[in-house]
């Protein structure tokens, strides 16, 4: 999954126009909101709409779910192999 993470970490600075950050400057683990890298909710929906795009991935923002999987690269990758494999119960 560290393939699918890298994915993930390039497509944060390029949907969100992180000048100053490099794939590498991001720990997969560290929270994305609030502390870590200090994403908002803004930021959020724009990550949303990329990773829907890229990955065809279904979000709903509604879904208790959806929080847990932005808190970390880690839970998003995490996220998007299930959706993409059909192995979550259900799309969040």
Not at 12 to 24: F, R, V
Not at 30 to 53: C, N
Request: glycine content about 6%; aromatic content about 4%; hydrophobic content about 40%.
């Amino acid at each position: 999954m560290n393939d699918l993470e890298q994915q993930i970490k390039q497509l944060i600075i390029d949907a969100l126009d992180l000048e100053d950050i490099t794939a590498a400057d991001i720990i997969s683990d560290d929270p994305l909101f609030e502390s870590g890298l200090g994403l908002d909710s803004i930021d959020a929906l724009e990550l949303g709409m990329a990773l829907q795009q890229k990955f065809g991935v279904t979000i709903d923002a509604e879904d208790k779910s959806t929080k847990e999987h932005f808190q970390s690269v880690t839970n998003l990758a995490k996220f998007v192999h299930s959706a993409s494999t059909g192995t979550q119960g259900e799309t969040a």
